[in-house]
């Protein structure tokens, strides 16, 4: 609303532009919403229910060694009744523990049970906003389903279109492992066929932190080079005409390979813009960038509304917009340059100012080597674009002939690989900066805009003076902290079926109780500690070394300093927790064991260590849950017990040699609610005003029915993650108070 109104006061002497400019702004509004009613329309009878849902696989994505996902569209749902709905829609299925032998492939028709339940949203501050994700790919609902849910059926369905490319995808990109090394092959397939997948973790990381994420992206830099390689043989054959044929030819290749990659905005993007310009010029008419990128936007938009809540469109856009109007002022501060340095320096830099904001908003992460590293790799990458399509056109006829194309591009590949990977490892490849304020978002377009117009700041002039008292003024508000009563803030995030738990003590210490999974602390703890401004972890706790506690630790050991961590002393035997104890040792991070007894202060606040015990307790069924550390975290007259996993063995002798030590304002609920025959007695010897269960969706029943009876009969006041989101609790060490994040509507407190 902001917005309008100040369009419709720089419009006030073009009344009529004004209110067609607020009218296209309703319609495009209305056109989001009618998008997503119509996406979840179809699914809204059959959420939560239980079924056999018929239909065919519609995309494989990538997936972990103990689960397979993919996309799947729903014909039709058959209920318990044995009633037939009509679905006619399209969800994202997980299955863990698949099926030996089971592959999906697209067109795959399949009987799924179980039922579809409706995406969950944004649920933690700064949190990833998971339904709008999966609305922007046109995915409506989410399912999860056993292995023996699963039925293979004959034949095969889909779009004959879809089902091609899709194997020639899969032959591309068996061509290139079957001539390059592993990493390479990946790194090619990731440039040519924007199969991110196929990339190695290492690479991925640092192409992302180094800002060059957008070469792994088939986006407008791929479509160009794809461009430029078939005019060279249009013209070839053409004698160095431009005719209708070639442009047609040029427009078929070009839309082949927006399929070939999958059909990303990105893509789209820059092949509309490159036929759009093609069609001016071959009928005389000139084509201003700034039109072709609007009429371009208002195509897409068109056809796939939801795609403006996509982040690779909001990018793209964004990087074209401010390379068209950016670049031709850049170029005259490069004159001494020569011409072509000078250019691509400038379209680099319009590029990544145009984007900065985008990219310290999502992702907070800026790197000093972004422009001279793009300089580097963009002229290679170009080279590897055309090798890898010859490579692919060849290896489709015949693995020999492609050959050739896949060694010459080889030693490319390879220092496109091990390049920016040296890059990242040094010292302040990526700064980490804390979402800014839009004020600052603001100011920083207004100079933009007035870079781009000429304005110069010499000589001095009233108004001039007075724009800069008033953007003096706007940063120093707006970077104010907000008030707070210098008490403890305890937060539990949702990180789904996982625990972690951020206390912010009354001087400033930041302390991460667990992280959840590794996937969890990548979308929620991460971009959660960055809206509290966090740089430095004072200390990390973890409780137990199961996945769904410690997984989340690392993205947050990758993005902050962490000064120290505590634990139990017990260990995981498996690969991902060996390589957590191998980042930490390389971070330089002490640990330290602590059991009970243990007494941790940090200013004001005291944790006392209530379990394990020095001997620790063995043969529980799982050692690991039962000998959880339990935390009686104290603030003045507050006071917060944490228990981790702590299962019925566990709790049993906790009772035993700690009863007298429990009481505590908040507690959490031990194992995320599963049944414990000794919780009414915990529940008895703490006498919590309030109890949080920390829960995700999940196979196993948590929170059990008994557990949440018991809670009841209490009297104690209750939250849950899964139903209530991030829950925030305050304390200046006398009154408690609390909040959760979702809406009050969907909060049942008792």
């Not at 640092?206 to 792994?216: C, D």
């Not at 700041?457 to 009233?462: F, H, N």
């Amino acid at each position: 609303a902001a917005f309008a109104a100040a369009c419709v006061l720089l419009l006030g002497k073009k009344p009529a532009a004004a209110v067609l400019f607020l009218l296209f702004c309703g319609l495009g509004m209305f056109s989001a919403q009618l998008a997503r009613l119509n996406l979840s329309a179809p699914l809204q009878p059959v959420w939560g229910q239980r079924g056999t849902f018929t239909g065919y696989v519609t995309e494989v994505l990538p997936s972990r060694e103990d689960s397979a996902a993919f996309l799947f569209f729903v014909e039709e749902m058959q209920g318990a009744d044995g009633q037939v709905l009509p679905v006619q829609e399209q969800v994202r299925v997980q299955i863990f523990s698949p099926p030996a032998g089971f592959m999906p492939v697209y067109g795959m028709p399949l009987q799924l049970q179980g039922k579809i339940n409706e995406p969950r949203g944004q649920r933690n501050p700064g949190g990833f906003n998971y339904a709008q994700y999966l609305a922007a790919h046109g995915i409506s609902g989410v399912m999860t389903v056993f292995p023996q849910g699963i039925t293979v059926l004959p034949g095969q369905k889909g779009n004959v279109l879809t089902a091609f490319f899709t194997r020639v995808r899969h032959r591309a990109a068996a061509v290139f492992t079957h001539h390059l090394p592993p990493v390479e092959a990946g790194l090619l397939a990731g440039m040519v066929l924007g199969q991110r997948d196929l990339v190695a973790e290492e690479t991925t990381a640092a192409y992302r932190h180094l800002g060059l994420a957008h070469l792994l992206a088939v986006s407008g830099l791929h479509v160009g080079y794809v461009a430029a390689f078939v005019f060279f043989f249009t013209a070839f054959f053409s004698r160095g005409r431009h005719s209708w044929l070639t442009l047609i030819v040029t427009g078929l290749f070009l839309l082949a390979y927006v399929f070939l990659t999958g059909g990303q905005p990105p893509v789209w993007r820059a092949a509309l813009m490159l036929l759009i310009t093609m069609v001016a010029r071959q009928t005389g008419r000139g084509s201003d960038g700034l039109q072709v990128l609007c009429a371009t936007g208002l195509i897409l938009l068109f056809f796939r509304p939801l795609w403006l809540f996509s982040l690779s469109f909001q990018f793209s856009f964004a990087a074209t917009t401010g390379i068209l109007l950016f670049t031709p002022r850049l170029q005259t501060y490069f004159q001494r340059l020569p011409q072509t340095l000078a250019a691509s320096l400038a379209v680099t830099l319009a590029a990544q100012a145009a984007v900065l904001p985008l990219q310290i908003h999502h992702f907070g992460i800026i790197s000093l080597f972004t422009v001279p590293l793009n300089l580097l790799c963009i002229p290679l990458v170009g080279v590897v674009m055309v090798l890898g399509l010859a490579a692919m056109l060849c290896g489709l006829a015949s693995l020999v002939a492609a050959a050739p194309f896949c060694w010459s591009a080889l030693p490319l590949l390879t220092f496109l690989d091990r390049v920016p990977r040296a890059f990242f490892a040094l010292p302040a490849a990526s700064l980490t900066l804390p979402p800014l304020s839009p004020v600052w978002w603001c100011l920083y377009y207004a100079f933009w805009g007035a870079f781009r117009q000429g304005v110069r700041l010499w000589p001095l002039t009233g108004r001039k003076i007075i724009v800069f008292f008033l953007a003096a003024n706007l940063i120093l508000f707006s970077g104010m902290p907000a008030a707070f009563g210098g008490g403890l803030q305890m937060t539990f995030l949702d990180v789904g079926q996982g625990l972690a738990i951020y206390l912010c003590t009354p001087s400033k210490q930041h302390i991460l109780v667990d992280a959840g999974t590794a996937q969890a602390g990548e979308a929620v703890v991460v971009p959660y500690l960055r809206t509290q401004a966090v740089k430095k972890i004072d200390l990390l706790l973890l409780t137990h070394p199961h996945d769904d506690h410690y997984g989340g630790m690392v993205p947050v050991v990758e993005n902050f300093r962490v000064a120290a961590i505590a634990g139990s002393g017990l260990r995981e035997e498996t690969a991902s927790y060996a390589a957590w104890e191998k980042l930490c040792k390389e971070r330089h991070i002490p640990y330290y064991t602590v059991k009970q007894g243990n007494v941790l202060t940090l200013g004001e606040l005291k944790i006392h260590i209530l379990w394990p015990p020095v001997d620790y307790l063995k043969n529980t069924g799982d050692d690991l849950n039962n000998n959880s550390l339990v935390l009686h975290i104290n603030f003045k007259d507050f006071s917060c017990l944490v228990t981790g996993d702590l299962e019925e063995a566990g709790l049993k002798n906790l009772l035993v040699t700690q009863r007298g030590k429990l009481k505590a304002d908040v507690v959490q609920i031990p194992h995320h609610g599963s049944r414990n025959a000794y919780l009414a007695q915990f529940l008895q010897a703490a006498a919590p005003k309030l109890a949080v269960i920390p829960v995700g969706p999940n196979p196993y029943g948590h929170p059990h029915a008994d557990v949440l009876a018991q809670i009841a009969q209490s009297g104690c006041g209750l939250y849950r993650t899964d139903q209530h989101g991030a829950v925030t609790i305050t304390s200046d060490g006398r009154i408690l108070t609390h909040a959760s994040y979702l809406p009050a509507a969907e909060v049942v407190m008792r």
